[in-house]
């Protein structure tokens, strides 16, 4: 039993179980809670056990120094505790508040329009819906909501991709390279830079922005200072672009691999929301989470030493079988949107509103727009990251591009919001 848990864990960080993942996070999900005795991680991977922990006050976001990631982090709202957490979440929240999210609806869609026009002015018959779809859309996003100037989209694409790798657990020890610390490095040194500039440009002229929202949020007297307003930016950006990006294409991965779901989508827009809390739920952006116990437990039947680090596999709880019924089936009518897609506690994902909105538009228009889409199974390919999980190339084939399906764009009045 040892052995092949150990092996398990180290199967889960191995490259080659980035495509079919779900049989292993099965196996560790009903063998847990279990210590692996490589690493002396506490195993989670129930339901109702993930769920414990991650509202439990017995155990630690603070995973600064912990050694249980690939790269070291630094202080935001993923790893600290209350009060600090408490404090910038809810300073940072007021920029994330529905009434404020939904405002950017418009420009969403237009976005999505935009992408959809630049692949039918291709003339081409194939896509990857990666490289021109996918990752362009949150990007886009999140830097015009943070006032990032169009130009310099690339490279936070590119910066946000390097930060990724510093929520992995490092379940093989020695696995990381110092190439990935270096890119981590230099990408971090690349926000600071950039943010501080910006942040004092924003200070002196205010824009319709959420940076500025961010700037002029405040609390009985409380802002957020230029670090913590600098470190929010980051994980905004960095969340905001490779979770939603996976959300989408895992979506889309889904819909062409159930043609039933994506003919039901395409016959029933209203269906597209629940589309994408059933793919937090099949299959998350966010595979996994780690915490530190802050003094000693039990759950379930296993015991849990003060100072243990624990790994929730998030993905095998929202295929639970005790929560859910025929689990590992893509249904969008399921009705049941229970999930820990975005975690759960008060560490429940911040901007979880936008996500969740950007995926419904992305997935409505995805359905409206392809005719007779086709997946090529031989072009996919994932990303290298444990936590996130998502394709790094997804190419289909489709006989047309309808845009008159879609909503008409949208306008910067419309929207109520400048667009960086």
């Given at each position: 039993m040892t052995t092949t848990l150990t092996t398990g864990l180290a199967r889960l960080a191995d490259q080659a179980s980035r495509a079919h993942p779900y049989p292993l996070l099965e196996e560790l999900r009903e063998a847990s809670p279990f210590t692996d005795p490589a690493s002396g991680i506490v195993v989670v991977g129930r339901r109702a056990d993930c769920e414990t922990v991650l509202r439990s006050p017995r155990v630690s976001s603070n995973r600064l120094g912990a050694g249980i990631t690939k790269v070291p982090q630094q202080p935001n709202l993923m790893n600290l505790d209350a009060p600090d957490h408490t404090r910038l979440r809810r300073l940072a929240g007021k920029a994330f508040k529905p009434r404020v999210i939904e405002r950017w609806r418009p420009r969403v869609q237009a976005i999505v329009r935009e992408l959809l026009a630049d692949i039918a002015a291709s003339g081409a018959d194939s896509v990857d819906m990666v490289s021109d779809f996918a990752y362009p859309l949150p990007v886009r996003v999140i830097c015009e909501m943070l006032g990032?100037?169009?130009?310099?989209?690339?490279?936070?694409?590119?910066?946000?991709?390097?930060?990724?790798?510093?929520?992995?657990?490092?379940?093989?020890?020695?696995?990381?390279?110092?190439?990935?610390?270096?890119?981590?490095?230099?990408?971090?040194?690349?926000?600071?830079?950039?943010?501080?500039?910006?942040?004092?440009?924003?200070?002196?002229?205010?824009?319709?922005?959420?940076?500025?929202?961010?700037?002029?949020?405040?609390?009985?007297?409380?802002?957020?200072g230029e670090r913590d307003l600098i470190l929010t930016c980051v994980l905004l950006l960095v969340a905001g672009h490779e979770t939603t990006a996976n959300l989408i294409?895992?979506?889309?991965?889904?819909?062409?691999?159930?043609?039933?779901?994506?003919?039901?989508?395409?016959?029933?827009?209203?269906?597209?929301?629940?589309?994408v809390e059933e793919v937090l739920r099949y299959d998350a952006p966010t595979q996994m989470v780690?915490?530190?116990?802050?003094?000693?437990?039990?759950?379930?039947?296993?015991?849990v030493a003060a100072g243990q680090p624990l790994l929730l596999l998030l993905a095998a709880a929202n295929r639970d079988p005790r929560q859910h019924h025929e689990a590992d089936s893509f249904d969008i009518t399921r009705g049941d949107p229970g999930h820990l897609g975005f975690a759960a506690g008060p560490h429940?994902?911040?901007?979880?509103?936008?996500?969740?909105?950007?995926?419904?538009?992305?997935?409505?228009a995805f359905a409206q727009a392809f005719v007779e889409p086709r997946l090529d199974e031989a072009s996919l390919h994932y990303r290298p990251h444990v936590s996130v999980r998502g394709p790094d190339r997804l190419r289909i084939t489709f006989q047309d591009i309808r845009l008159d399906t879609l909503p008409a764009a949208g306008t910067a009045g419309e929207s109520e919001v400048g667009h960086g």
């Open positions: 990032v100037p169009r130009e310099d989209h690339p490279v936070f694409e590119k910066w946000a991709h390097s930060i990724a790798f510093t929520i992995d657990p490092q379940l093989v020890p020695g696995e990381l390279t110092t190439e990935v610390e270096r890119n981590v490095d230099e990408a971090r040194a690349g926000f600071v830079g950039y943010f501080s500039r910006l942040i004092e440009e924003r200070k002196r002229e205010p824009r319709a922005d959420i940076l500025s929202e961010l700037i002029a949020a405040e609390e009985e007297g409380d802002h957020l294409l895992n979506g889309l991965l889904a819909l062409l691999r159930r043609p039933d779901q994506l003919r039901l989508l395409r016959e029933r827009p209203e269906l597209a929301e629940a589309a780690t915490r530190i116990a802050r003094e000693p437990f039990t759950l379930g039947d296993h015991e429940f994902c911040l901007g979880s509103v936008l996500a969740r909105m950007e995926g419904a538009v992305a997935l409505d």
